[in-house]
């Protein structure tokens, strides 16, 4: 961007300020200002930048998304593989317990019926006497 600095001079010197006074802060001002204000060719060179840069964030950010993704997948499938082992271990214990109990009950009846056995030839025995 460029400042009319002889503009800026010609209306300090009306302002009663002295020739090189205002020359030299027209010169000042053109400089500082010249330096500090960015044209639309700095602004679309700067876009552009930007806009590049976005575009490779947005893509690392989509790699890594994916990567996290896949990660998760493989660690949500080890899990589940994990699950179902245990979960058949379970099935197979309680299937044996189920077992254990049947045969106790089955024991049990045995024993219930040899007792009832037992006691009605002692009832027998006693009414015959």
Not at 21 to 34: F, K, N
Not at 52 to 71: A, K, Y
């Given at each position: ?43 679309a060179l700067a876009r552009s930048d930007l806009s590049g840069r976005i575009e ?17 997948d493989g660690r949500i499938e080890q899990v589940r593989l994990s699950l179902e082992?245990?979960?058949?271990r379970l099935r197979t214990e309680i299937e044996q317990v189920r077992t254990e ?29």
């Amino acid at each position: 961007m460029t400042i009319d600095t002889l503009s800026i001079a010609r209306d300090l010197k009306a302002a009663q300020l002295p020739a090189g006074q205002a020359e030299a802060i027209a010169s000042a001002i053109g400089h500082v200002i010249g330096d500090s204000i960015a044209t639309k060719g700095d602004l679309a060179l700067a876009r552009s930048d930007l806009s590049g840069r976005i575009e490779q964030v947005r893509l690392d950010l989509g790699s890594r998304i994916e990567q996290v993704r896949s990660d998760l997948d493989g660690r949500i499938e080890q899990v589940r593989l994990s699950l179902e082992g245990k979960i058949e271990r379970l099935r197979t214990e309680i299937e044996q317990v189920r077992t254990e109990i049947e045969r106790s009950r089955n024991q049990l009846l045995v024993g219930l019926v040899g007792t009832q056995i037992a006691l009605a030839g002692i009832i027998i025995a006693v009414i015959k006497l």
